[in-house]
Antibody, heavy 117, light 109 residues
Framework: QVQLQESGPGLLKPSETLSLTCTVSGGSVISSNWWIWVRQPPGKGLEWIGETYHSGSTNYNPSLKGRVSVSVDKSKNQFSLKLTSVTAADTAVYYC??????????WGQGTMVTVSS | EIVLTQSPGTLSLSPGERATLSCRAS???????LAWYQQKLGQPPRLLISGASSRATGIPDRFSGSGSGTDFTLTISRLEPEDFAVYYCQQFGGSPMYTFGQGTKLEIK
């Protein structure tokens, strides 16, 4: 079965760029799925960040647009998230996940990212 | 942006009781575009229901979803100890913004 694993720095300073990678195992990024990112600030609810398809199509949360980009690396069977100019408000657990239709059916375990000077 | 409002914020029940969780949308959402998730502390969310009423693979039949338009419901017919968690609804009708509700915490009474 498909498994997802997030990786990337856990601590950033304000104004830096958050870069996370999600490695897909047991399946291919070149499939009929959207590959998505969701975050969850400590003690709070889920926030949809954005998604990408292997064709290069993307959709983003309008509240983050301008700072966020999501892309697929077919050669590495990975997809990635970049969020620029981070602040403390971007501190959260970041999840990568799969959306085959109108539901998210596979999730990574999540990675905590803290923004602090 | 479609806003989802879940109620109650916290639901206190005992094992064996029936739980009814509500998700109300700020505008009409196709039933095909409404999902429910369960999240336990320190874990990622788990898909329970898609298309408002279709149980995901491996989800016990004590979980059921219903509703249409702006009002959707997740029902747990007879609570088991492992069901106490936070539950979220999510809509996919407001492309490209697929919002979540704020969550309902189901706690042991």
């Amino acid at each position: 079965q498909v498994q997802l694993q997030e990786s990337g720095p856990g601590l950033l300073k304000p104004s830096e760029t958050l870069s996370l990678t999600c490695t897909v195992s047991g399946g291919s990024v070149i499939s009929s799925n959207w590959w998505i990112w969701v975050r969850q600030p400590p003690g709070k609810g889920l926030e949809w960040i954005g998604e990408t398809y292997h064709s290069g199509s993307t959709n983003y949360n309008p509240s983050l647009k301008g700072r966020v980009s999501v892309s697929v690396d077919k050669s590495k069977n990975q997809f990635s998230l970049k969020l620029t100019s981070v602040t403390a408000a971007d501190t959260a657990v970041y999840y990568c996940a799969r959306r085959p239709y109108y539901a998210v059916d596979v999730w990574g375990q999540g990675t905590m990212v803290t923004v602090s000077s | 942006e479609i806003v989802l409002t879940q109620s109650p914020g916290t639901l206190s029940l005992s094992p064996g009781e029936r739980a009814t969780l509500s998700c109300r949308a700020s505008q009409s959402v196709s039933s095909s575009y409404l999902a429910w998730y369960q999240q336990k502390l320190g874990q990622p969310p788990r898909l329970l229901i898609s298309g408002a009423s279709s149980r995901a693979t491996g989800i016990p039949d004590r979980f059921s979803g219903s509703g249409s338009g702006t009002d959707f419901t997740l029902t747990i017919s007879r609570l088991e100890p492992e069901d106490f968690a936070v539950y979220y609804c999510q809509q996919f009708g407001g492309s490209p913004m697929y919002t979540f509700g704020q969550g309902t915490k189901l706690e042991i009474k």
